[in-house]
């Protein structure tokens, strides 16, 4: 069933589409959330989690031309945040990691008028994606939006993981300049 016919679903309140959508989309879903928080059982919550959200929150929303990237945001931030809720005291060494490498990259929403700016950022590091060859943009997404790690990249797009290292490295210290020349104070 395509996502436009499953979007209707949604809207019509018709429970079926929470049936056509893990049919079509459970498995990368869950995927995405086994990447982040490496249990199983969690991972499925995560997902059953999603069409849950995604049972509440359609309407208002239309996701018709972009419905998998819609499903596959809510897991992410749902799976984050079971990840902090099982790490609470002792945070996660990956998470942390990946953190830190961006941090750098992108300022702190340390008051208001900084959380005011969250979609013109998001705006600037979309552009700044577009900028990328297929290859680095891979990377980067797999690295800091998917939480992969760098073995797999590199096993993915067949090349050493020293590349991967360094190609993200590079891609760090650009993203860097480009949100620099769009104005934000790093």
């Not at 069933?1 to 018709?14: G, K, N, S």
């Not at 893990?22 to 879903?29: S, T």
Request: glycine share 4%.
């Amino acid at each position: 069933m395509e996502d436009e016919q499953i979007v209707e679903l949604y809207l019509h309140r018709d429970e079926s589409a929470i049936h056509y959508t893990g049919e079509k989309y459970g498995a990368r879903l869950r995927g995405l959330a086994l990447g982040m928080v490496k249990d199983p059982g969690a991972a499925q919550e995560c997902e059953n989690d999603t069409y849950w959200e995604a049972w509440r929150s359609i309407p208002p929303h239309e996701p018709r031309d972009y419905f998998y990237a819609y499903l596959a945001r809510i897991t992410r931030h749902l799976a984050l945040s079971c990840c902090r809720h099982r790490s609470r005291l002792k945070r996660s060494a990956e998470i942390c990691t990946l953190s830190t490498e961006l941090e750098q990259c992108i300022p702190a929403p340390d008051d208001a008028a900084c959380r005011l700016e969250d979609t013109v950022l998001r705006q600037s590091i979309n552009g700044y994606l577009a900028t990328l060859n297929e290859e680095k943009r891979y990377m980067f997404l797999r690295r800091y939006w998917y939480l992969d790690d760098i073995a797999s990249i590199a096993a993915a797009l067949h090349c050493t993981e020293s590349k991967v290292k360094t190609t993200l490295f590079r891609c760090r210290r650009q993203l860097r300049q480009y949100l620099q020349k769009e104005g934000y104070e790093l």
